[in-house]
């Protein structure tokens, strides 16, 4: 057998491998959406009469929403749109930005980039709630008794789910894959045996049918848009997790499992309800996923739903922690304390302010909206408003990035618009009845976001405006202050002028170290920066040096790991002989303030509450000296 021959069987059992973990991590959240997608088209807000032409062309919109939006636009154009390999909201926002940078509407695509993300945090609360209750009163399936119990139930689920998060998934994620393909194959299963029965079924894959439905009613068609939809939530989850396995490996699993079970599933719920009739349908339609199953394996079928459900919640949450993550980078978040659950893997990160705040919110969710049926009002409008803002920042990437003639971008733009505007438009009707709670949580992220964002631009550059400039100060400074043995390394959030730290400890301390370094992290609008440009260096003289770390937006910054590399400063560093001095700034209210007063004293909470800069850049606790300082904003 010859190398090449053995190095390309390697690489396709490495793919084959990181299919099946796409399996169990990446497609749980739309692979869980027969639990409720189906059902919610008949019995959701706008009910739909039980007959053939309304089955049939809810089983094609279904299918055809789910090869426009999930197959099309996500997983074979917008996978193309990596930074780097990542992908997701920041990430394309990123990518555009290196290319329109500061232009008159870069501004644009960053806002729309941020709200896309606010809406991500109102999905990842709805997600574990609707998930696991709807796989949980598969119960009153078994026996209509269990129907006190969901509840309970559903949250003891939960609230486990959440404390398990800071153990780290790495041990746990070995299970998920086996567990969805056999949730996976289950389904399909469930499908084909109803499809045998009622082949007749098929004839909805022809688009005519979708168009039937929409002529005869043409309203309620419109708003049953609001429900189909759930068939397809999970997409911006699909394009956020690219980083972790790659678009080869997701689309192998996409298009050669998930997709065609999914399918197998639908197709067989519909052929289950045509061939029933009168009350027996009505039974059907209230839980068509687990009355598919024979009465004997209901209750396994409960167990197995709902330990689908616990894997797709799982990915939602971690999804959040990788998102907070790279909005931290970004700057858009202010410092949170972030644990680090994997040794091995850079990305399995833990972040409990996240975490706790997203268990509360999933907890009122379920007391509030009681079952999933309620819940479902209220998801739609946070997936569809996602997708509608990633259709938009696709047209400025297929324009800007690409480069491609508007007269081939627009036919492109104008197909996903019609399709993910109309989604939009059926989920606005559901405002009133739940769909208020994602856009309210994306509204408050929106502006917390935003806040923080303009309150650290305005921060830096009043500091800017009164800062020293280093060659001055490194000049005075070694001649009047006494020099001692070490390293001082001041951490300075630009890259002009003297930190204030340096300022007060000369003022107060009245001495210098032998080694001054003045060193700014800076995050890059990439994932990721290679090791030879990771670290800049400039001698200033009287053994004052300037240092700039770049690090890309999903990058951990270790701080002495990266010292730990450099030997062009005057030396290696020894850590036992260098002290980190850090800043904390106080707001002061100022006379003519730059951000209306409200959002000031959100940005002052937001500042006071900061994780420090100590353990953000993992520095050691018994070397850092912290100085206070004021700024004005």
Known sequence: MSHSASTGDQRVSAKAKLAVGAIGIVFGDIGTSPLYAFRETFVGPHPLTLDRLHVLGVVSLIFWSMTLVVAVQYVTILMRADNKGQGGSLALVALISQHIGRSRYGWLAVLLGVFATSLFYGDSMITPAISVLSAVEGLTVVDPAFGRFV???ALVLLVALFVLQKRGTAKVGALFGPVMIVYFTTIAILGIVQIMTHPGVLVALNPWYAVQFFLVDKTLAFLALGSVVLAVTGSEALYADMGHFGRGPLRMSWFGFVMPCLLLNYF????????????????????????MAPEVLRLPLVILATCATFIASQAVISGSFSITHQAMQLGFIPRLSIRHTSESEAGQIYIPAINWALMVAVILLVL??????????AYGIAVTGAVTIDTLLMAVLFVTVWKWRWWYAAPVVVLFLIVDGA??????????DGGWFPLMVGAVVFTLLTTWAKGRRLMRERMTEVALPIEIFAKSAANSATRVPGTAIFMASSTAGVPSALLHNIKHNKVLHERVVILTVNIAEEPYVDQGRRVEI??????????????????????????????????MFDMMQTSFFLSRQTLLPSEKPAMMLWREKIFSWMLRNAATAMEFFRLPTNRVVELGSQVRI
């Open 151 to 153: 509840i309970p139930i």
């Open 268 to 291: 067989g719920q519909g052929a289950m309800v045509i061939s029933l009739t009168g009350a027996d349908a009505a039974e059907a339609i209230e839980n068509p996923f687990f009355i």
């Open 368 to 377: 509030t909206f009681q079952n999933s049926s309620n819940l479902a009002s």
């Open 423 to 432: 989604y939009f438009g059926a989920n606005l009707t559901k405002v009133a």
């Open 538 to 571: 400039k001698d200033l003289g009287d053994g004052f040096f300037r240092m700039v770390l770049h690090y890309g937006f999903m990058e951990e910054t270790d701080i002495p790991a990266a010292l730990k590399q450099v030997d062009k400063c005057g030396g």
